[in-house]
């Protein structure tokens, strides 16, 4: 939560000079060979179609207007450490989604809030994302990512991360084969309950998972022949 929540406090500030502005040289990391960073694993996702890219605005009215909805544990960790709090970021259980929902519940919870808004911009680690966009899809919204030239702003090592953001001791390999895991059953579900909801969001289930295989291959696991 630290590194995620350093980036949106950057992304929400109003008075600072825009992310891709700044002088990169103290916070960049370089990989190490054979072990991809997570700025370009987002790189890898935006790469990816359907996958539509979202940018902040660089004027204070503009940033102002921005509203982030965050999980209970983040929403604290930006209270506490950057005094950002209601109405600018709200805890989804402000909304009526509890702790213990799934991650589709709150996608509905969000919309059924939705005071007529159905765009969202999904900000998280970069490996989370695929599966992220499908619920958003798939709950209705239209939904965008982060532009994933500015998860390279983020200070991974500073922040008590691994280089591929995890905390460390995490495995990457670990972490993609339960997204995955998870897309796989998302997909599964879908394709027998609700065979024309699987058939329109098919283009991206397809790209979500190719993009997790890239994923794989980057972070030394197991590459196939061929991504489309």
Not at 9 to 17: C, H
Not at 48 to 60: C, I, K
Not at 109 to 138: C, M, N, T, W
Not at 180 to 189: L, M, Y
Request: hydrophobic share 40%; proline share 6%; glycine share 6%.
């Amino acid at each position: 939560d630290s590194a995620l929540a350093w980036l949106l406090f950057q992304l929400l500030r109003e008075k600072s000079v825009p992310l891709w502005l700044q002088d990169t040289a103290t916070t960049t990391v370089p990989s190490q060979e054979g072990q991809a960073s997570a700025s370009s694993s987002a790189q890898q996702l935006a790469d990816e179609s359907p996958f539509r890219r979202w940018r902040p605005p660089t004027g204070a009215a503009e940033k102002s207007a921005l509203e982030l909805l965050a999980s209970s544990n983040l929403a604290r960790f930006l209270q506490e450490s950057y005094e950002l709090g209601p109405p600018r970021v709200r805890d989804i259980s402000s909304i009526g989604a509890e702790a213990g929902d799934s991650e589709m519940d709150v996608f509905l919870a969000i919309r059924a809030f939705g005071r007529s808004k159905d765009e969202l911009v999904l900000v998280s680690h970069p490996h989370h994302l695929p599966y992220l966009f499908i619920l958003a899809r798939a709950s209705g919204f239209k939904a965008s990512v982060l532009d994933p030239d500015l998860y390279k702003f983020v200070p991974w090592v500073q922040l008590g991360c691994s280089e591929t953001g995890y905390p460390t001791g995490v495995s990457p390999l670990a972490q993609l084969a339960e997204e995955r895991r998870r897309v796989a059953a998302f997909a599964d579900g879908l394709k027998s309950q609700d065979p024309e909801r699987f058939s329109l969001l098919s283009s991206v289930l397809l790209a979500a998972d190719s993009t997790l295989q890239q994923y794989e291959c980057d972070a030394g696991g197991t590459c196939a022949g061929n991504h489309t």
